[in-house]
């Protein structure tokens, strides 16, 4: 095996497992935070998200539940409503391992949103909220647009419950 396909099979391997991580994050920080909730309750019951690599990469399937709760899914019932795709592996291994924030991602063409492109902006404002409370500041800054500060006491407590309810779903198998 040549360096280049070794380097490609550890960044796909990397953005599988961080679309896992993303997928059941979003999933958690739904229960957790009331801010994502608020946004997320703008999607009616049963709306269904996808966020993948093209052309058949890594993906994650949410689907959302009544007062902005989201469950992650194995697949979706019918087409997505909202699916937003990367363009190429290497521009989802940016954005995975926080060297490109989301919204700088499309903003430079790397990413496709295919649905209502208000609901995909309000995805990316979830994203960045998880990414807020999950990861250390020094991190976070580096992929969100904004970092808002929040009290330590908060930031640890609810990625605690995040961390909890994403281990949980792998313990399930969901």
Not at 145 to 166: C, F, Q
């Amino acid at each position: 095996m040549s360096k280049e396909s070794l380097g490609y099979n550890a960044q796909k391997a990397y953005v599988a497992t961080m679309m896992q991580i993303v997928g059941r994050g979003l999933a958690a920080t739904s229960h957790v935070d009331a801010a994502v909730q608020a946004e997320l309750a703008a999607f009616p019951a049963g709306y269904q998200i996808c966020m993948t690599v093209h052309p058949s990469g890594p993906s994650f399937f949410l689907r959302m539940q009544d007062g902005g709760v989201a469950s992650l899914v194995s697949a979706p019932v019918g087409k997505p409503d909202l699916t937003i795709r990367f363009k190429h592996l290497s521009h989802a291994f940016l954005v995975f391992s926080f060297q490109e924030g989301t919204a700088q991602a499309f903003a430079n063409d790397r990413m496709i949103a295919d649905g209502n492109l208000s609901h995909s902006i309000r995805l990316v404002r979830c994203l960045n909220k998880m990414e807020t409370l999950i990861l250390p500041k020094l991190v976070a800054e580096r992929a969100v647009k904004r970092y808002d500060n929040l009290p330590l006491t908060e930031k640890v407590a609810k990625a605690a419950r995040i961390y909890a309810l994403v281990a949980k779903s792998f313990v399930a198998g969901i």
